[in-house]
Each structure stands twice: as C-alpha cells, then as structure tokens.
C-alpha cells in the first residue's frame, strides 16, 4: 500500500464536501475502497446526549444509500470506540474477544482500529473499523486513519464555521471578520510533497533541524518543513507555545508533568529546559 497515495486520495474526496453528513459518508466509504476493510464506521459526539452517535456507516451495517442497520449509541468512556473518545488516544486492537470492553453491533469481530477526530485537541468523534480476522489492522492502517482524522476534523469545523456564518444576521464585515479570526488558527506547512493546512492546536512540538525544523502533531504526522524554528515561533505566534530550549518548541497543552528540569511529553518526548529557561518555563506550567 502507498500511504501517501491513500492519504492524498482520502484528503482529496473530503475536499468538496458542504455538509456533515456528506463528508462522514464520502470517507467511510472510501476508506473501505482504498484500505480493503472489511467496514468503517464514522461516529459524532453529541454532548447534549452524552454519546457517540453513528454518523455513517460503510459495509454489512450499511445495505445500500445512506441507511445505517439498527444505528447504535455509545455513551463516553464505555467500550473502546467510548474510551478512545474518552481519552482522545488510538487504539489497535488484534483480538477483541480479549477485550472485555469490546462491544458486538451488528456481528462480533476480531480486530478493530479506533481513532478520535479532533478539533483543537477536543474529540469531536472517532473513526472506527472492525474486521472479521485476527491481526487484521497494520501500523500503516494506523498511519492512514490517524492523518485522515485530522484532515477529518479540520473538514467537520470548516463546514459548521461556515454554516453558522450564513444562519447568523451580520454584515459582510463582520463575516470578513471572522473568517479571518478563524483562519488564524491555522498555519500551512509546505513539503516537498505536499501542503499541510493544520490547526495550530494540533501541533504537539516541533524540533530544529539546521534550517529545517520538523513538526509532530498529536494525530503522530511528522512534518519536515523549509522552516527555522524561529520563524515558526513567529507564525504561529500563540502563548500556548513554550520555547524551553533553543532547538525545540512545545505546546503546553501537551505537557504531561516537568521532572528534574524536563518536560515529559504526552507522547512520551523527553525535552530539557535549558537553564536560562527554567525559571520562565516553570511559572508559565504553574499558570496553565
């Protein structure tokens, strides 16, 4: 399989899509053509509800248009589509009859991979797909579905941003306005392969690398980009962001804890604040 091929496929069919619902069918039933799944389920939180709700479905679930079988709901934290909405974290799992939070919808099944959409580090939703074999899902499963999902939720806010501007009475000023406010919270990287458009929130860390610095998101991108560390500092210019050494650049909301002058990452990145920056790195964690 060629990840990025799939991944340029994948981002391309969400591209055009105006409403919610278009988008959530558009991907699951692609995923399913590009990724030989067996099914893929695209589940939106309602928070009114409490739950995750089955936003479109693709395979056995899903006979024909846009009908999903005996639609279910999942309350936060319960089975591990409600867990990793819950903690925001993916999870693969290669038998689930191993797993006693496992959840049988239409049939039992034996791997399944689960990943959380987000928006500004917020779980808005989790893409979820079951297959009926053991040891199924792969990491490069994993390394699609955990991209796609930040293109995903990128997508979900775009449209609800947009169809909040055109049911709310305002001037043209005004939407000018905000659309600028909003995209303000992105920032665009270019490769040599391709153009990122990601929510600053997002971005975990990124490192220096001469005049290249290399970015992590929280969806596990790694981005190389023609950037200095310190005109990305610049761009993204954003109090969330701490610099506690010379050749990193941290998103404080990503900081675990901070042991013996070192921030401990929530993927597990160790970084050392320099000792110029520690008394200012240490009060900026005790005001967060």
């Known amino acids: 399989m060629n990840i990025d091929s799939v991944i340029k496929f994948l981002a391309e069919s969400m591209e055009h899509a105006v409403t919610i619902d278009e988008l959530c069918w558009n991907l699951a039933k692609n995923c399913i053509s590009k990724l030989n799944f067996e099914d893929c389920i695209i589940y939106i939180y309602d928070d009114k509800k409490n739950k995750l709700i089955q936003k479109a479905a693709f395979g056995p679930k899903n006979p024909n248009g846009k009908i999903i079988i005996n639609p279910i709901e999942i309350p936060l934290g319960k089975g591990i589509v409600g867990s990793v909405a819950l903690h925001g974290v993916t999870e693969l799992i290669n038998d689930t009859s191993k797993d006693p939070r496992y ?4 049939k039992r099944r034996y791997s399944e991979l689960t990943v959380p959409i987000k928006i500004g580090g917020k779980v808005i939703g989790v893409i979820d797909s079951e297959h009926s074999s053991k040891n199924f899902f792969t990491s490069q499963h994993l390394n699609v579905l955990s991209v796609i999902s930040i293109f995903l939720g990128n997508k979900v806010m775009e449209i609800s941003e947009q169809h909040k501007l055109s049911h709310e009475p305002s001037s043209t000023k005004e939407k000018i306005k905000l659309i600028s406010e909003q995209e303000s919270d992105y920032i665009i990287l270019n490769t040599q392969s391709r153009t990122y458009k990601l929510h ?7 490192e220096a690398d001469g005049n290249y610095c290399v970015i992590y998101t929280a969806g596990n991108l790694k981005i190389m980009t ?4 310190k005109s990305l500092e610049k761009e993204i210019d954003s109090t969330a962001f701490l610099r506690p050494h010379k050749s990193h650049l941290v998103n404080i909301n990503y900081i675990d804890e901070c042991v013996n002058n070192e921030l401990i990452l929530s993927d597990k990145t160790s970084i050392t604040i320099s000792v110029r920056k520690q008394s200012i790195i240490k009060r900026s964690l005790l005001e967060k």
């Open 103 to 106: 959840i049988v919808d239409d």
């Open 200 to 206: 600053k929130n997002d971005i975990l860390r990124a």
């Open 226 to 229: 023609a950037k200095t560390l």
